[in-house]
């Protein structure tokens, strides 16, 4: 075997040693290494002993804690919240603090905030309907800012403080040491914005027969995050890019209208003072429900309430621990149904809270969804470890809290519902439950990376959505990102970029990191792989402030695969895929000497005579077609000879060489490299696929060339045939080509036209 494949390959090593001779006439430039696949070294943060360079937490990480006890009051009449905090600020860095940052996140909607100031503003909005119209041009700005009534030292006294638009700066007499603890208080108040009105990630939303849902969030006070990677985490909260925040152990009395209900972060401390007999009863019933849910509340009975306006308040009282945030929901309208969720042995309630006006949509699947989703995220990442998820309906929010989180999804007047409005609905209570497990227990940094909460929470919902109906349309797949990431570049941005500072916010946070996600466990990694690290991930990090670093190094420690390719391609650059079949050439076995043979010979001084019946060719088909001479390959006498010198079983092998060998030459007109896969489709009409891994293109970033020998004639060669690497450009993906519209041409035409 040996011989006889040195024969036929000899002309091929002549072949490249010729063009290895003349390559070195040519002078380098200089130049930096801007091969896609260098180490990520100049990117990602040196390694150090609070983050070790495996992406885990290291022996000195620590971070800080902050625990709340707060009174609150909802002044339903006058639509404001009332509330004062006592807060412990655990230092449990090794640093001193000269002062502590507090996030003043209702400042968004101070009459003196820039927020409106940074937009531009014209007359020719077409999409300037009356209420916005009147909204930006005509009405006072709604003042939602905070009343700060006092900031107090622990013993009463006044503690110097310093407001700069959504952050204050809480000015210490002498610096917090490292291990201290810092109590203060603070006592506000605010207007109560309208949703649909002011919109917002909390607010209240107003009904025809004069009832307000309550959906509140952002209301009190919250410390920033201080650590070694931000130092104090004190960006401003423009509206759009999230929130960064310590955990702690909250105690929280809210006072609302006696005939509200009200659900919020954390656990029930006096279900009897608030929640009649039969609603216990009902509850414990729930408790043991583990296929529907139970109403606590029925709508028969939600409809007698919301006819009422009681004079009387209650006080709902909740604890919650290692939790970074606390939101509540309430409102005399609210029907209330729960089941028991099976996490790992352990029971946790899914809750779900809605207006009448929300079904038939919300008793069908709102509690559903929830117990799904706990489901399937604690599969992928860690056993859920709150005592419950609640959903509350609110028709324009899609927003999420710990233990509880704000949903949109409402049917017709008439409850009727489109298909389109169900699965926004499952959708959005899959994305806000899901946001749960990130970023409020894998708490990263919001403030700065949309991504990392937003994308990887919107992966992980795609897996849930297609698990509880597999037919689902989650907008999160690899082919769902191609108008994103094929479209004008000046109005893309990396994933790593900071999120108030993005162009096309929702693909370039949300769908893009999932997509990739998406890519990487079904295309790159494999399930098995990628789940191991994305599970090692989310455990190492649960209730901890994670970096990408942390998540890129992760995935590669834990699955050993060399990702940094796709790290840099995918999340710091804003290349696309585009990966097709460029060269088909054809070629059959000869015994007469090609042209090309000679050619390379004589440069040799060699004659090819003086080697007949020793050497075969290849010779290139021309347009395809393989001369009706051709021989097999069992018609060669140098074979033949060959083969009657080697052992039975090696003479049968060979006698199995295939007769049919086509060099494909595949281009990449795209800036990312990805692994190729291909379907090669034969005349009987079977198909069989072969995946490069993406290193195929680690010596040429443009185009690489590959061999097939087969036994059957190949009729035809597609590129990517599922979709599965967001390839932009279609119509090269092809062999023969097809003269077929590519999606990103008829994309492209929408556009335009
Ligand atoms: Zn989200």
Redo the contacts with the bound molecule.
């Keep these: 075997m040996e011989k006889f494949k040195y024969l036929v390959l000899s002309i091929a090593i002549i072949s490249s040693s010729v063009f290895a001779q003349e390559q070195e006439k040519e002078k380098p430039q200089g130049h930096t290494d801007q091969n896609k696949f260098r180490q990520m070294k100049d990117l990602l943060a040196t390694p150090n002993e609070s983050r070790t360079a495996s992406g885990a937490p290291g022996y000195a990480y620590t971070q800080q804690k902050v625990d709340y006890v707060m009174n609150i009051m909802l002044d339903e009449a006058n639509n404001r919240i009332y509330g004062d905090e006592k807060i412990t600020y655990h230092n449990n860095s090794k640093d001193y603090l000269e002062y502590l940052w507090v996030q003043l996140d209702q400042n968004m909607r101070a009459k003196d905030s820039k927020t409106p100031d940074i937009d531009s503003e014209n007359f020719n909005n077409p999409f300037n309907g009356p209420v916005s119209f009147i909204n930006d041009n005509l009405k006072e700005r709604f003042d939602g800012g905070f009343n700060i009534e006092y900031v107090k030292n622990e013993d009463g006294s006044n503690l110097s403080h310093s407001i700069n638009q959504t952050m204050m700066r809480i000015n210490l007499s002498k610096p917090l040491a490292p291990g201290d603890v810092f109590k203060f208080q603070i006592k506000w108040w605010y207007n109560i914005n309208d949703i649909n009105v002011d919109g917002g990630r909390s607010g209240l939303e107003r009904f025809p027969d004069g009832n307000n849902n309550y959906t509140i969030a952002q209301f009190y006070p919250r410390l920033c995050v201080y650590d070694n990677v931000e130092g104090w985490q004190n960006m401003q909260f423009w509206g759009r890019s999230e929130f960064a925040l310590e955990f702690g152990d909250f105690e929280v009395k809210i006072t609302v209208p006696a005939d509200h209900v009200l659900e919020a972060t954390g656990e029930l401390q006096n279900p009897k003072d608030v929640l009649t007999k039969e609603q216990q009863k009902r509850f414990d019933i729930a408790k043991k429900s583990f296929k529907d849910p139970v109403f606590i509340v029925t709508q028969e009975e939600a409809e007698q309430t919301e006819k009422g306006r009681s004079t009387k308040t209650k006080t709902w009282h909740f604890k919650a621990n290692q939790v970074r945030d606390f939101a509540f929901a309430s409102s005399r309208k609210y029907i209330w149904d729960a089941m028991a969720v099976d996490i790992n042995g352990r029971t946790v309630m899914a809750i779900s809270l809605y207006p009448k006006e929300g079904n038939p949509l919300w008793e069908e699947h709102s509690t559903r969804v929830v117990a799904n989703t706990l489901e399937e995220y604690s599969k992928l990442t860690f056993d859920y470890p709150y005592s419950k998820a609640v959903s509350v309906h609110s028709e324009r929010q899609g927003m ?1 809290y710990p233990m509880i989180c704000f949903n949109f999804g409402r049917p017709n007047p008439d409850g009727t519902y489109s298909e389109r409005t169900k699965r926004g609905m499952i959708g959005v209570i899959t ?2 439950v899901g ?1 749960n497990f990130f970023p409020m227990i894998v708490n990263s940094d919001e403030r700065q990376w949309t991504w990392m ?2 994308g990887l ?1 919107s992966f992980v919902e795609t897996l849930a959505e297609l698990d509880y109906d597999p037919n689902f349309i989650t907008g999160n797949l690899p082919k769902d990102i191609v108008p994103y990431m094929g479209g004008d570049q000046s109005y893309l941005s990396p994933i790593m970029s900071q999120g108030d500072y993005v162009y096309q916010f929702g693909p370039n946070a949300y769908t893009k990191p999932a997509a990739g996600l998406y890519m990487l466990r079904q295309t790159i990694m494999g399930p098995e792989l990628f789940d191991y690290a994305f599970r090692t991930y989310s455990q190492r990090w649960m209730f901890k402030h994670p970096t990408p670093a942390d998540f890129f190094r992760t995935m590669e420690d834990a699955s050993a695969m060399d990702l940094d390719w796709f790290w840099r391609g995918w999340f710091y650059t804003t290349d696309y895929t585009d990966i097709g079949v460029k060269e088909v050439k054809q070629y059959y076995l000869t015994d007469k000497p090609t042209e090309n043979a000679k050619k390379i010979a004589g440069r040799y001084n060699m004659n090819l005579d003086d080697y007949k019946g020793q050497l075969i060719y290849y010779a290139e088909a021309v347009d395809g077609i393989v001369p009706s001479d051709a021989k097999e390959v069992s018609d060669f006498e140098v074979l033949n000879n060959y083969l009657a010198m080697l052992p039975d079983s090696e003479r049968e092998a060979l006698k199995k060489a295939p007769n049919h060998f086509y060099e494909v030459t595949f281009e990449k007109p795209g800036g990312l490299v990805m692994p190729i896969i291909v379907e090669l489709t034969y005349e009987d009409g079977t198909k069989e696929r072969k995946t490069y891994p993406a290193q195929i293109w680690r010596y040429n970033d443009k185009e690489v060339t590959k061999v097939f020998k087969t036994d059957k004639a190949i009729t035809n060669i597609v590129v990517d045939p599922d979709l599965e690497t967001a390839d932009v450009d279609m119509s090269n993906n092809s062999w023969p080509k097809q003269e077929k519209e590519s999606q990103f041409d008829k994309f492209k035409k929408k556009i335009q036209g």
Excluded: F, G, S, T
């Design positions: 999420e994305h806000e946001h909460d937003e929470n």
